[in-house]
């Protein structure tokens, strides 16, 4: 299991964003050489944990919770196939493009040790946007994407420090539940009675996510239908 790539990106102008101003960081690149990470401060005020990275729209990205972005070579690939066109690493806006891992299988709560310095934890998975939708190009796409259910993970920093291409990863710990980023991710788009499920999973998770499972569940109970 290994990094691939580390990607950044400048803000840059698009009709495909509602942020302030029209700019959006979507447009990532591989960068050589160390890249320092680090926690950026709360959602809404804190941007990219990536140095060098832009975040435009604060409302919906960036912050501890959503530091890092990263996503599996294995599933560009899986995405050349199907649009019969080249994705390089950054392509999906990921930070981080990694190799030998199951991204999307990772648990909720999920530690990663990169390199010697970076510790990173899993907090759910991204949920696509209109502005993804204008970077990749294609009719659909946030359906498709969210069809295929292999979202990439979203990644808090617990121990800030350096990384590098190539560097190893490893799995350094794992909770003692079974709610998947993919499993959260389904819960949160097309399969809401899932929600009171990944309850269990509710101190690790991101924000957001974590308030659209906790009010499905307060409304319908832990027992909703198709819960269990």
């Known amino acids: 299991m290994k990094l691939l790539s580390v990607n950044t990106g400048p803000a840059k102008s698009s009709d495909h964003t509602d ?11 591989p960068v050589t050489g160390p890249v320092r990470v680090f926690a950026p401060g709360p959602k809404g005020v804190g941007g990219s944990g990536v140095e060098g990275d832009s975040v435009c729209d604060l409302r919906f990205h960036g912050g501890d919770a959503r530091a890092v972005y990263a996503y599996a070579r294995e599933d560009l690939d899986s995405w050349e196939r199907e649009l019969g066109r080249p994705l390089a690493e950054g392509s999906f806006a990921e930070n981080l493009t990694t190799s030998g891992i199951d991204v999307s299988g990772a648990l909720i709560g999920e530690r990663w040790r990169i390199g010697s310095d970076v510790v990173l934890e899993v907090t759910g998975g991204r949920v696509p946007c209109r502005t993804f939708q204008g ?6 796409w946030v359906r498709r994407f969210t069809r295929a259910g292999a979202p990439g993970a979203l990644l808090r920093v617990i121990e800030p420090g350096e990384f590098t ?3 190893p990863i490893e799995i350094v710990h794992r909770p003692g539940h079974d709610i998947t980023v993919a499993l959260l991710f389904r819960a949160v788009t097309v399969e809401r009675e899932l929600l009171p499920r990944t309850m269990v999973a509710a101190e690790w998770m991101e924000p957001g996510l974590l308030a659209v499972a906790r009010e499905y569940t307060d409304r319908y109970g832990p027992s909703a239908p198709g819960s269990h």
Do not use: F, M, Y
């Open 165 to 167: 291409a190539g560097d």
């Open 135 to 140: 970077h990749i190009g294609e009719r659909g």
């Open 19 to 29: 942020s302030d101003g029209g700019l959006t960081g979507v447009d990532k690149r």
